[in-house]
Each structure stands twice: as structure tokens, then as C-alpha cells.
């Protein structure tokens, strides 16, 4: 049974700093891995996929890594604005193309101007 | 335009009533989503479906029944509502196993 473990559970920065967000997951035979952001009261919002194959995804100040042997993956947030406070979720999906994603419980950012 | 939109958007009832949500999508995808999110913000799958075609259905209890009409439009009806069944519902969609959109969530309180 995959299990997806985000790591810290909350994070507190100041405005300026680059950053790193973990996610671990146990099943290293994962179709995919999605990074999305959840802001209070809202729904979430796709940032980054990563596909089994590759290693890395960009988008703008966001880096999305993927190791997959060792199970893990990270969010590197650049140059951190406020804006960016919100709770950043780790999604995995199962090999086979299974549109099942296994959720982390999410880190919570909070970006200080 | 609204990718997907959910209806309503909030919802307090009463134990041992029945209610249902709609979720429609407009980015003609194949593939709808009901999850899950608890009191502790933890999001969990319920139901996929693809093309009207149930494909996920996680251990969820039988008073939850979903139902898809078309392919745009996935509903979550459920029966003898309790109170463990307080949580914020999200419909998804997704083109088979591509990135999922998310709708803005309904917010349901059983008292």
C-alpha cells in the first residue's frame, strides 16, 4: 500500500529565501508525481507533474525533482514571496497508468514580508 | 470560464438526511474524480470515473453513490448522512493519468 510522507508538516520563512519542500513516498513503482498548491478555503492547483521517466520539472521559481529508486521527490520554491504562503501538496500516482493519486498530508508555508 | 465547478459550494444538514453535490467540467476531459478532505486536511480518493465507467471505487461506505450522467458531469449522492461525514468533497478531472484540475471543494457539515 503506498503511503506519501511530506516533510516538514509547516515551514516559516522570510521573504527572499529559496526553499525546499520533501516528499518521500514507500512504492518506488509509481506511474507519476504531481505537486499542487492549496490555499485556504480553496481547492488545489496543479504546479509541477512529473512523469515516471523524468528526473526534474520547472516552472518559473518552482523546481520539481523526482528520484524514484529512493522514493523521494522535492519542491524548490526560489526567491520566496508572500504570495507563495499556502499548503503545498505531494500527490503520487500508481504504476500502470492508475488515475489513483495517494495524497501527502501536505506542508504548510508561510512566507513572512 | 470555470474549469470545474461544484455545486453548492457549502452545505450544513442534519444527521440521517440524504444530499447530493454536482461536479461538472468543461475541459472536455475523460476522466472525474470525487476525494475526500477531513477535519486534518487529509485528501483521500473515493470514486474515478472514466467516460461514465466506474474504474475507482476506494473503501467507501455504500451510502455514497456517485453517478455520471455524461462524461462532464460526475454526482455524489449520499444517503442517511452522518456525522463523520463532515469534510470538505473535491471533484477532479483529468485526461486519463495527465495533471488533475480541481474544483473549489463543498463544504458539508452534518449536525
Known amino acids: 500500500k503506498q503511503e506519501v510522507t511530506q516533510i516538514p508538516a509547516a515551514l516559516s520563512v522570510p521573504e527572499g529565501e529559496n526553499l525546499v519542500l520533501n516528499c518521500s513516498f514507500t512504492d518506488s513503482a509509481i506511474y507519476n508525481l504531481q505537486w499542487f498548491r492549496q490555499d485556504p478555503g480553496k481547492g488545489l492547483t496543479s504546479l509541477l507533474l512529473i512523469q515516471s521517466s523524468q528526473r526534474e520539472q520547472t516552472s518559473g521559481r518552482l523546481n520539481a525533482s523526482l528520484d524514484k529508486s529512493s522514493g523521494r521527490s522535492t519542491l524548490y520554491i526560489a526567491a520566496s514571496q508572500p504570495g507563495d504562503s499556502a499548503t503545498y501538496l505531494c500527490?503520487?500516482?500508481?504504476?500502470?497508468?492508475?488515475?489513483?493519486?495517494?495524497f501527502g498530508k501536505g506542508t504548510k508555508l508561510t512566507v513572512n514580508p | 470560464d470555470t474549469a470545474v465547478s461544484q455545486t453548492p459550494k457549502y452545505l450544513v444538514t442534519q444527521m440521517g438526511n440524504d444530499k447530493s453535490i454536482k461536479c461538472e467540467q468543461n475541459?472536455?476531459?475523460?476522466?472525474m474524480y470525487w476525494y475526500k478532505q477531513d477535519s486534518k486536511k487529509f485528501l483521500k480518493i473515493m470514486f474515478s470515473y472514466n467516460n461514465k465507467e466506474l474504474i475507482i471505487n476506494e473503501t467507501v461506505p455504500n451510502r455514497f453513490s456517485p453517478k455520471s450522467p455524461d462524461k462532464a458531469h460526475l454526482n455524489l449522492h449520499i444517503n442517511s448522512l452522518e456525522l463523520g461525514d463532515s469534510a470538505v468533497y473535491f471533484c477532479?478531472?483529468?485526461?486519463?493519468?495527465?495533471?488533475?484540475?480541481f474544483g473549489p471543494g463543498t463544504r458539508l457539515l452534518v449536525l
Open positions: 475541459l472536455g476531459h475523460d476522466t
Open positions: 477532479a478531472s483529468s485526461q486519463l493519468s495527465a495533471t488533475q484540475y
Open positions: 500527490a503520487v500516482g500508481a504504476q500502470g497508468g492508475s488515475e489513483k493519486l495517494v
